[in-house]
C-alpha cells in the first residue's frame, strides 16, 4: 500500500535526521525510524533501508521545503515529501530509481518492480519505465486503460513518436531550468 493509513506511534530512541540512513517497515508503509516531520524515502525493497526525507510543510496550497528541494505529492491524498528536484531528460537518479513527474514537480522516486513500456497502460508514477511518465487516457487516443505510458520530451527540440507526435508542457507551472520538459501526446 501506498500510505493508505495514519497512525500514531512513538519516536524511535534514536531517530535518524533528514539526509540519514533509515529503516522502514516496508517500502510505502510510512513505518521507521525518521526524526518527527519525515520519512524514509528510495527504500530498497530488499533491504528496506532508504534514506530520510522531510515532509512537506506550511498549507497544500503554499508548501514549505528545505532548500534544493520541492514539494513533490507522491499521493495526493496522503504523501507529500520534499525531495531533490531533478530533470526527466538528463535523468540522474540513482540505479532503480527514475526521474518521474509527482505532483507539480519532477523527483527521483523509485521504479516499480515491472515498469512498464511506452504507450502500455500504468497506474502509478513508477509504473512507467525511466524516460516514461504515466498520464491519463485523453492525451493517448491510442491507450487501452485509464492511464498510459508516455515518453518525456524536448520542448525546444521535439523528437515524439508518429502515435503521440505533440510535444506539450509537462507541467501547469515550470520552473524556469524546467521548462524545456514536456511529454508527448
Known amino acids: ?18 539526509g540519514e540512513s533509515c529503516n522502514s517497515e516496508g ?3 510510512g513505518q521507521d525510524n525518521c526524526e518527527a516531520h519525515a520519512t524514509c524515502w528510495g527504500i530498497d525493497p530488499q533491504t528496506n533501508v532508504g534514506t530520510c526525507v ?22 495526493p491524498m496522503w504523501a507529500a515529501f520534499c525531495l531533490p528536484v531533478c530533470d526527466p531528460l538528463a535523468d540522474a537518479c540513482t540505479t532503480g530509481q527514475a526521474c518521474m513527474q509527482l505532483g507539480d514537480t519532477f523527483a527521483c522516486a523509485p521504479l516499480g ?6 504507450g502500455e497502460a500504468c497506474d502509478a508514477p513508477n509504473d ?21 505510458c508516455t515518453a518525456f520530451c524536448d520542448l525546444d527540440a521535439p523528437n515524439c513518436s508518429p502515435e503521440a507526435p505533440n510535444c506539450t508542457p509537462a507541467l501547469t507551472q515550470s520552473p524556469a531550468e524546467l521548462a524545456h520538459v514536456g511529454l508527448c501526446s
Not at 500500500?1 to 533528514?18: K, L, Y
Not at 522531510?54 to 499521493?75: E, K
Open 1 to 18: 500500500d501506498w500510505w493508505t493509513t495514519s497512525t500514531c506511534r512513538a519516536p524511535a530512541p534514536a531517530p535518524a535526521a533528514i
Open 27 to 29: 517500502t510505502f508503509s
Open 54 to 75: 522531510a515532509l512537506c510543510g506550511g498549507a497544500p496550497h503554499d508548501p514549505i521545503c528545505p532548500p534544493g528541494t520541492a514539494c513533490a505529492l507522491a499521493d
Open 113 to 118: 518492480e515491472q515498469p512498464v513500456t511506452n
Open 128 to 148: 512507467c519505465a525511466n524516460g516514461l511518465v504515466c498520464v491519463d487516457a485523453s492525451r493517448l487516443p491510442s491507450c487501452a486503460g485509464e492511464r498510459c
